[in-house]
């Protein structure tokens, strides 16, 4: 299994803010298991921690803003782009201001900067959130939607429209994220000279010019205006007839737009707070969708917190019945192990098909057909036993014994014709002959039953 990630070291870096020009530094640190991205205001008295959490996002005007108890960091996504696409779970971040600085409007100098630093893998396991069946998220009145779809990988398609003869349509697509330096990191934000003074107005991008933003003018002004315009972005008169780009460095892709959107999609979807696997498909994507697919991945996530394995029936078990025996000194009607799907270094799944003819039917009950949850925990602990059997020499000669079982919990009934699914993984090392375990059974996606054990493994005489 993939472990979790964080960074090598720590680095900094500093520019002005978009929104409120204020020169900031922002550093990067590294972080322990399980911590995620939390960002720190070390200007504050307290020096308060924002997690980065789409239920912490306040404002999406050009930007995502996240805020705690009052305190505001804005302008997050490119950063926590470049850590997403990167594969880091836990990174502390660190800006002495209401903003993360713009740099050059894309997530490259993160990038170059996490690359010289370095990644460390961690001991936990990465927690992927495996998308299972199509999700998505649509706003009637802007047009825009997200939805995603099950696959093997993290990959996203991004649709721009725009009524604009420079920018009418542009799709952009990234496949593997090891990709995203190369293909998607320099991509720089974009601004229509159309939106420039409504943006003023309302107090944003003091901070904007023609190094951090591709800027696009296509509905001539007269030149007066125009003029005027530049003064507000203390930038260099230009002709008002000349329409089209206005940069001083060209695109870096004839698309950079649309890639752009794939980057703000990578960054705002980083708030989910756990990597997914599954196919992002976006039409019209901006910061106030994204956000709001977020949260509802996150709320699936909570539905189904403990997600079932995957199964697929045509593939060929690890174990089949005849390994089992071998395994195991269990024999009928007390073998409840079919077979295993899959072995991990610290975690097993099993299978058991439950039919009709089980013979604990015929008195529990005889009307009302119901697998004892006794004969669930049993079977729960038999493929534990496999896990620590697989891995010992001549398994035959060792036997395991249940010493305790806590936290039981039974969910829902199983009956006849339900396929029981289990996961079993190690709590800790085994240490002494002693193994301390926690299992989930399922059916389907929903879990019926879950328990803590511990077991002994005791050497046959």
């Known amino acids: 299994m993939l472990k979790q990630k964080t960074l090598g070291g720590s680095f900094s870096l500093c520019g002005k803010g978009l929104h409120t020009g204020l020169n900031l530094t922002v550093t990067f640190n590294p972080a322990p298991e399980n911590h995620g991205y939390k960002i720190q205001r070390i200007d504050l008295e307290g020096q308060p921690i924002i997690e980065a959490v789409a239920e912490n996002v306040i404002d999406t005007t050009r930007g995502t803003v996240l805020s705690k108890n009052d305190v505001r960091v804005s302008t997050v996504e490119h950063a ?4 997403y696409a990167a594969g880091i779970d836990n990174c502390l971040i660190q800006v002495n201001g209401p903003e993360v600085p713009i740099l050059d409007g894309s997530a490259k100098f993160y990038v170059e900067n996490i690359k010289r630093v370095g990644i460390e893998e961690q001991n936990a396991v990465k927690d992927f959130y495996i998308i299972k ?20 990988k993290f990959s996203l398609n991004v649709l721009i429209s ?6 009418s349509n542009q799709f952009a697509t990234l496949d593997n994220m090891e990709d ?19 943006l003023l107005n309302a107090g944003l991008i003091k901070g904007g010019d023609l190094n951090n933003a591709i800027v696009i003018y296509e509905r001539q002004m007269n030149q007066e205006s125009f003029d005027k315009l530049a003064d507000a972005m203390s930038v260099p008169h230009m002709d008002a007839t000349k329409l089209g780009y206005i940069n001083h460095r060209p695109l870096v892709h004839p698309n950079e737009p649309a890639r752009h959107k794939l980057l703000d999609i990578i960054g705002d979807l980083a708030l989910i707070g756990r990597p997914i696997k599954g196919r992002i498909i976006a039409t019209r994507p901006g910061h106030t969708v994204n956000n709001k697919f977020a949260r509802l991945i996150r709320k699936e996530i909570r539905l189904h917190e403990i997600q079932a394995p995957i199964y697929n029936c045509d593939d060929a078990p690890i174990m089949d019945v005849n390994r089992i025996r071998d395994l195991l000194p269990h024999r009928y009607p007390f073998q409840l192990v079919d077979k295993i799907i899959e072995i991990g270094a610290n975690y097993i799944v099993g299978v058991k098909n439950v039919t009709s003819n089980e013979p604990f039917f015929q008195g529990h009950f005889p009307q009302e057909p119901v697998m004892p949850g006794v004969l669930q925990v049993e079977a729960m602990a038999q493929v534990g036993g496999l ?20 936290g039981v919990k039974f969910r829902q009934k199983v009956v006849p014709g339900d396929t029981l699914l289990f996961r079993v993984e ?4 085994i240490r002494r002959g002693i193994s301390s375990m926690k299992g989930y059974v399922f059916v389907g996606e929903k879990i019926v039953c879950e328990a803590e054990f511990m077991a002994q493994i005791v050497k046959n005489k």
């Open 80 to 83: 926590l782009a470049a850590l």
């Open 133 to 152: 069946s199509k999700i998505e998220f649509k706003d009637e009145e802007t047009g825009s939607s997200i939805m995603v779809l099950p696959d093997d």
């Open 162 to 167: 725009y009524d604009s003869q420079f920018l």
């Open 180 to 198: 995203f330096a190369e293909e998607i990191a320099s991509s720089r934000t974009f601004v229509f000279v159309r939106e420039i003074e409504p």
């Open 387 to 406: 896990l620590v059997l697989n891995s010992v020499e001549d398994p035959d000669r060792w036997s395991t014994y249940f010493m305790k079982i806590d």
């Open 426 to 429: 190690l709590l800790a090392p």
